[in-house]
T-cell receptor, first 113, second 113 residues
Framework: EAGVAQSPRYKIIEKRQSVAFWCNPISGHATLYWYQQILGQGPKLLIQFQNNGVVDDSQLPKDRFSAERLKGVDSTLKIQPAKLEDSAVYLC???????????FGPGTRLTVL | GEDVEQSLFLSVREGDSSVINCTYTDSSSTYLYWYKQEPGAGLQLLTYIFSNMDMKQDQRLTVLLNKKDKHLSLRIADTQTGDSAIYFCAESRGAGNNRKLIWGLGTSLAVNP
């Protein structure tokens, strides 16, 4: 079974630029999560989708971050414009149901200069 | 991660047992998880325990849960250099579509040959 795919693996941008990350969850997983993991910290949930609907986006900085999962499968996370403090690893995870274990992708390491 | 606490570092010798401790705050948590993160990689679920269990053993891993003290531990027997990684404790809160994981900051395990 293929795991959670994410791209790109690494991205370096300058502050005020825009960036987008892509995630393809495990086939059949209805729940998709985006996390931000700053160096030395645990993952912080940014947004949770159930199919193509948003379940929780309470910690998403909506003035600059946006995410979508239009067809209930792939998802994109966008930052516009980026700030220095957005430098982190962005992790995507999926689960079969909200009660199920979460499977993580390898993450995208973002560096904002 | 402020509600789930872990010690930040642990160093052991190869072949010894490692014990990583975690305390959590929500007595209604139903599942508690241990995830492993190797350098540059995503999070991998190691094991989990349901809140009505005291202990769970899976090969070299033993999870102990003290629900009264809200204390969770992960014991790795015969620790190998390949076990060097960051180990995250996470508790599951909420129900249904509102279920989410609350993460600790992670314990960095160093295994010395």
């Amino acid at each position: 079974e293929a795991g959670v795919a994410q791209s790109p693996r690494y991205k370096i941008i300058e502050k005020r630029q825009s960036v987008a990350f892509w995630c393809n969850p495990i086939s059949g997983h209805a729940t998709l999560y985006w996390y931000q993991q700053i160096l030395g910290q645990g993952p912080k949930l940014l947004i949770q989708f159930q199919n193509n609907g948003v379940v929780d986006d309470s910690q998403l900085p909506k003035d600059r971050f946006s995410a979508e999962r239009l067809k209930g499968v792939d998802s994109t996370l966008k930052i516009q414009p980026a700030k220095l403090e957005d430098s982190a690893v962005y992790l995507c995870a999926s689960s079969f149901a909200t009660t199920g274990e979460q499977f993580f992708g390898p993450g995208t390491r973002l560096t904002v200069l | 991660g402020e509600d789930v606490e872990q010690s930040l570092f642990l160093s052991v010798r190869e072949g010894d047992s490692s014990v990583i401790n975690c305390t959590y705050t929500d007595s209604s948590s139903t599942y508690l998880y241990w995830y492993k993160q190797e350098p540059g990689a995503g999070l991998q679920l190691l094991t989990y325990i349901f809140s009505n269990m005291d202990m769970k053993q899976d090969q070299r891993l033993t999870v102990l849960l003290n629900k009264k003290d809200k204390h969770l531990s992960l014991r790795i027997a015969d620790t190998q250099t390949g076990d060097s990684a960051i180990y995250f404790c996470a508790e599951s809160r909420g129900a249904g579509n509102n279920r989410k994981l609350i993460w600790g900051l992670g314990t960095s395990l160093a295994v010395n040959p």
